[in-house]
């Protein structure tokens, strides 16, 4: 069975720092695609950061790009954001994915390629 759990979120103000992890269970993370997601109230669930399953570097959406930073450890099965630099735009529920074992993920940023999804944990960045 495959799990995916998330941890690390919590309030902060704006400027300071978090480190969100997702520990995977039941699926090698190796050579997978994952993706972080995050979802504001009242906005569509977007892509954050993700690596697909080709050789590729991390994909980062426009407003995190040098202040997020994708890394996964596969010792580990674990997969990690740094957030840097938050600010209030950053609140929302972060959720990691991953998708169905063997599948091929060219375009990492697509929710529709994941199967499975974390509970999420709150991020919360204060003024």
């Known amino acids: 069975q495959v799990q995916l759990v998330e941890s690390g979120g919590g309030l902060v103000q704006s400027g300071g720092s978090l480190r969100l992890s997702c520990v995977v269970s039941g699926f090698n993370l190796r050579y997978s695609a994952i993706g972080w997601f995050r979802q504001a109230p009242g906005k569509e669930r977007e892509a954050v950061a993700c690596?697909?399953?080709?050789?590729?570097?991390?994909y980062y959406e426009d407003s995190v790009q040098g202040r997020f930073t994708f890394s996964k450890d596969s010792a580990k099965n674990t997969a990690y954001l740094q957030m840097n630099s938050l600010n209030v735009d950053d609140t929302a529920v972060y959720y990691c994915?991953?998708?169905?074992?063997?599948?091929?993920?060219?375009?990492?940023?697509?929710?529709?390629?994941?199967?499975?999804w974390g509970q999420g944990t709150q991020v919360t960045v204060s003024s």
């Open positions: 994915a991953a998708p169905a074992a063997g599948t091929v993920v060219a375009h990492c940023h697509n929710e529709r390629a994941y199967s499975y």
């Open positions: 690596v697909s399953s080709i050789a590729s570097g991390p």
